[in-house]
């Protein structure tokens, strides 16, 4: 069980504009924005340094804009400078025949149905990285197909190694036909081969951090699927009393109102009708709860057939309308067992929650308040109060 809390930097996060992988920002959404981000990397940048690079994952300390910052190297000022050699090669002879010559059909036995994969991906390497500006969004749309595929390493490294190595030995063959001088052409070389390897290495770094994401996802999920069953009544399927018992503290400082419930006459049912249909009373009073509360109310079984909700209004007054509104669905509701119908009412006791004391201390006053509301005939709502305690039907 999960209490959400919401990074109060979502709104304004640059990172989903970036990513523009939905798959994956619902992930890092799961495990950061609506759960724990104080560990997000993002979020503590921007809390010590008032900022944080757009491309920053939550996972990483360093971007790869601030890698290349620290390199003093500008991808975009130095394409711009070479941009016309590099479209007109992609439109020679020398590079059309890298994917004409069946280098990739050489691996086409190992690769079954990847081989196109990989073609969609040299084709586009080349036209991401070198015709248009540098974006990341490649080596993350990349880098996401690549991990969804199970591509394997070392078959990918070698086929990088080889179509690299033949793009730059066959862009060198390219550039010598060329009218330019020896300087040009040789800055046009360094700077070709500087891109290529920074390409390799920011690919297998979004890779990385794509499984990496995906592991925390995968381990988050099993862990709470643990926690689930745990923390989970095994009847009803609302919360059970070790949860509320383990996560005391968390629960005194999100919710302000204790509601502890108690099926009046609960007895009478399972000796008119049996356990069975007193089981089945139970499940559907946890079920008819549900949805009538927010989602993120919590209803929590606390023994036998009495139960505790928390609620986080604002107001005494609110928390009387919510009990009130439980009150009344029980009243006016028909449970049924094999046919048969069954009528059930709640007592109900409200308390404020005292965030500086343990939050039994606020369970014992809404407890109070149920056994004055049991006194004073059942079926009704009772508020707890230091001078007095104030009723509604």
């Given at each position: 069980m999960t209490l959400e809390k919401v990074c109060p930097n979502f709104q304004t996060c640059f990172f989903v504009r970036y990513l523009k992988r939905p798959e994956i920002w619902e992930m890092i959404t799961y495990l950061f924005c609506h759960s724990d981000y104080t560990a997000c990397k993002r979020f503590q940048r921007k809390k010590l340094e008032g900022k944080v690079p757009r491309d920053l994952w939550p996972v990483e300390s360093i971007s790869i804009s601030e890698i290349l910052q620290n390199l003093d190297f500008d991808f975009n000022k130095l394409l711009s400078q070479y941009k016309i050699y590099f479209s007109k090669f992609a439109e020679s002879d020398e590079y059309r025949e890298l994917f004409n010559d069946g280098i990739f059909l050489k691996f086409k036995?190992?690769?079954?149905?990847?081989?196109?994969?990989?073609?969609?991906?040299?084709?586009?390497?080349?036209?991401?990285?070198?015709?248009?500006?540098?974006?990341?969004?490649?080596f993350i749309e990349m880098a996401y197909l690549y991990e969804s595929q199970k591509i394997e390493d070392s078959v990918f490294d070698s086929l990088f190694l080889l179509f690299i190595s033949r793009l730059e030995e066959n862009f060198i063959k390219w550039l010598h036909t060329q009218q330019i001088s020896e300087e040009e052409r040789s800055y046009a070389i360094f700077t070709f081969g500087r891109i290529n390897a920074l390409a390799g290495l920011f690919f297998k770094k979004a890779v990385k951090l794509i499984q990496e994401v995906k592991y925390l996802y995968i381990s988050k999920k099993q862990f709470e699927k643990l926690q689930d069953e745990i923390y989970?009544?095994?009847?009803?399927?609302?919360?059970?009393?070790?949860?509320?018992?383990?996560?005391e503290e968390k629960l005194r400082n999100t919710y302000n109102f204790i509601l502890v419930l108690d099926l009046d006459h609960f007895k009478r049912i399972n000796d008119t009708y049996g356990h069975q249909a007193g089981d089945a009373v139970l499940k559907g009073i946890v079920k008819l709860l549900k949805t009538i509360l927010r989602q993120n109310d919590?209803?929590?079984?606390?023994?036998?057939?009495?139960?505790?909700?928390?609620?986080?209004?604002?107001?005494?007054?609110?928390?009387?309308?919510?009990?009130?509104?439980?009150?009344?669905?029980?009243?006016?509701?028909?449970?049924?067992?094999?046919?048969?119908?069954?009528?059930?009412?709640?007592?109900?006791?409200?308390?404020?929650?005292?965030?500086?004391?343990?939050?039994?201390?606020?369970?014992?006053?809404?407890?109070?308040?149920l056994y004055l509301a049991k006194e004073k005939g059942r079926n009704r709502v009772e508020v707890y109060n230091k001078e007095e305690t104030t009723s509604i039907k």
């Open positions: 036995e190992k690769l079954g149905a990847q081989v196109e994969i990989f073609l969609t991906f040299f084709k586009r390497y080349y036209q991401d990285l070198f015709i248009k500006e540098f974006d990341q969004s490649f989970t009544d095994g009847l009803t399927g609302a919360l059970n009393r070790k949860f509320l018992e383990v996560f919590l209803v929590i079984r606390y023994g036998g057939e009495e139960f505790v909700v928390l609620i986080d209004n604002r107001s005494v007054e609110h928390a009387l309308i919510v009990a009130e509104k439980l009150r009344k669905a029980v009243e006016n509701h028909t449970f049924e067992y094999e046919g048969i119908p069954i009528k059930a009412t709640l007592s109900i006791g409200v308390s404020s929650i005292d965030k500086n004391v343990p939050l039994q201390e606020s369970f014992k006053k809404a407890d109070k308040a």
